[in-house]
């Protein structure tokens, strides 16, 4: 039987050294879902993408993704884990010595697959799917815009179809145009594929526009975890302060008014 959740945190505790970062988290994101990850820098929102990466692992607790425990899964199963997930890094983390193709074609020749016209036709496809074309694939990471950097990084993640997509911060430095463009990519795309998405970040459009949930780290805890609507009417400190300040309160009251 198939398991129902993408991605299961259970009791999780983070410590660096004597430092807490995490304390008993539960999280379980479900197939198709996108969730946004609000919390104040040093909260611990980047360790917990990396914990379900396999990066980092948590002191005490379970991570589970795509129903394997990521701590206790042979090299088979890592191996299979990473190919059902894409990455997104916040500022693109392409390899600068590779042009475009290159590092869109990486995770494929990672796997040892050497038909250069599978390559060739897969890293094409990819390119029209982020709205980029052929003529892009020569250029050097260098030449791109922050707004394209963003979209090789996204056709690199997308490259072997993953099930479940890992975004830092994607709209982080791109200007608002850029911004709107790759929500309305991000949208699309999870339209058409049905990949579930875990994404750090904190911009207001993006968890008003495009998440199904949202999670809220504040004070070592998950404090919400809920639908945006629901989050709204938490009392926490943190969330009075990232969803009710002038700035938020005018992008909620937009998406009211569109809405009806």
């Known amino acids: 039987m198939k398991n129902q959740y993408t991605v299961e945190l259970e009791h999780i505790w983070t410590y660096f050294g004597e430092q807490l970062i995490h304390q008993d988290i539960n999280l379980c994101l479900?197939?198709?879902?996108?969730?946004?990850?609000?919390?104040?820098?040093?909260?611990?929102?980047?360790?917990?993408?990396?914990?379900?990466?396999?990066?980092?692992?948590?002191?005490?607790?379970?991570?589970?993704?795509?129903?394997?425990?990521v701590q206790k899964a042979c090299t088979i199963e890592c191996r299979k884990r990473r190919n059902q997930t894409g990455v997104l890094f916040q500022?693109?983390?392409l390899f600068s010595a590779l042009n475009v193709y290159e590092n869109i074609a990486f995770p494929l020749w990672e796997l040892g697959c050497t038909d250069?016209?599978?390559v060739k036709q897969m890293v094409c496809m990819k390119l029209s799917m982020v709205g980029l074309s052929s003529k892009d694939a020569m250029r050097s990471p260098a030449e791109l815009s922050g707004g394209?950097?963003?979209?090789?990084?996204?056709?690199?993640?997308?490259?072997?179809?993953?099930?479940?997509?890992?975004?830092?911060e994607p709209t982080s430095g791109l200007d608002p145009i850029a911004s709107e463009d790759f929500v309305i990519l991000l949208q699309k795309l999870h339209q058409e594929l049905n990949f579930t998405v875990f994404m750090v970040t904190h911009d207001?459009?993006?968890l008003r526009d495009l998440c199904t949930k949202v999670a809220v780290l504040a004070d070592h805890q998950l404090i919400a975890f809920d639908t945006l609507d629901k989050v709204l009417s938490?009392?926490?400190?943190?969330?009075?302060?990232?969803?009710?300040?002038?700035r938020a309160e005018r992008i909620f009251k937009a998406l009211e008014a569109e809405h009806g």
């Open 30 to 69: 479900g197939e198709g879902e996108i969730l946004g990850l609000v919390g104040a820098s040093g909260s611990g929102k980047t360790t917990m993408m990396r914990e379900i990466i396999g990066l980092d692992i948590p002191t005490k607790g379970q991570v589970k993704v795509l129903g394997e425990v």
């Open 91 to 93: 500022n693109g983390a």
């Open 116 to 118: 250069e016209n599978l």
């Open 148 to 168: 394209m950097v963003k979209r090789v990084a996204l056709a690199r993640a997308l490259i072997l179809e993953p099930e479940l997509l890992l975004l830092d």
């Open 204 to 206: 207001l459009h993006i």
């Open 234 to 246: 938490y009392q926490h400190p943190f969330i009075k302060l990232f969803f009710h300040n002038h």
